[in-house]
T-cell receptor
Framework: NAGVTQTPKFQVLKTGQSMTLQCAQD?????MYWYRQDPGMGLRLIYY???????DKGEVPNGYNVSRLNKREFSLRLESAAPSQTSVYFC?????????????FGPGTRLTVL | GQQVMQIPQYQHVQEGEDFTTYCNSS?????IQWYKQRPGGHPVFLIQ?????EVKKQKRLTFQFGEAKKNSSLHITATQTTDVGTYFC??????????FGAGTILRVKS
């Protein structure tokens, strides 16, 4: 089992460009999450999907959109990248929604917006 | 929204010294989780505490949940270079989403 995989690992964008971060899990988990990690600010939830077909905003959703393509895949899209979106992005999954199951994280995408 | 405060932000210790990081919430938590992130890596789940006053041990790591379920701590005895990384607590309130603290960065001098 690969666990949670993310692509790409690194990306440099210019302001205004768009891109999609991909995430997939092979653990048959129901819930998936997108976080961003900035120095001194921990992990902040961008969007999450409690189950296939549902998505909800987290703490910092502005400037992002998500798609829960199927049970395995959850993508994060930046429509018009801004320097403030320079960050490390982690996808995570857990078995149940609305419960405190442990979360399994992917390796992250390091994004720089110039 | 719900918040979890974590201190210290950064700690640099000599190998063999002990280390403690603390988490506090202004409201009663349902439970709390702890994660470790190695430099350049991703967060990895360590443990979950659920009961008031709970204490759990994993080798040199001791995790405590306060009696009021508003605070928690992670204590590492006799740190080793393999302990370096960032330690996060994450609070959970029933029906809500996990909320992460800002993390404590641990550096160990050998």
């Amino acid at each position: 089992n690969a666990g949670v995989t993310q692509t790409p690992k690194f990306q440099v964008l210019k302001t205004g460009q768009s891109m999609t971060l991909q995430c997939a899990q092979d653990m048959n988990h129901n819930s998936m999450y997108w976080y961003r990690q900035d120095p001194g600010m921990g992990l902040r939830l961008i969007y999450y999907s409690a189950s296939e077909g549902t998505t909800d905003k987290g703490e910092v959703p502005n400037g992002y959109n998500v798609s829960r393509l199927n049970k395995r895949e959850f993508s994060l899209r930046l429509e018009s990248a801004a320097p403030s979106q320079t960050s490390v992005y982690f996808c995570a999954s857990s078995f149940r929604a609305g419960a405190s199951d442990e979360q399994f994280f992917g390796p992250g995408t390091r994004l720089t917006v110039l | 929204g719900q918040q979890v405060m974590q201190i210290p932000q950064y700690q640099h210790v000599q190998e063999g010294e002990d280390f403690t990081t603390y988490c506090n919430s202004s409201t009663t938590l349902s439970n709390i989780q702890w994660y470790k992130q190695r430099p350049g890596g991703h967060p990895v789940f360590l443990i979950q505490l659920v009961k008031s006053g709970e204490v759990k041990k994993q080798k040199r790591l001791t995790f405590q949940f306060g009696e009021a379920k508003k605070n928690s701590s992670l204590h590492i005895t006799a740190t080793q270079t393999t302990d370096v990384g960032t330690y996060f607590c994450a609070g959970w309130w029933y029906g809500n989403k996990l909320v992460f603290g800002a993390g404590t960065i641990l550096r160990v001098k050998s």
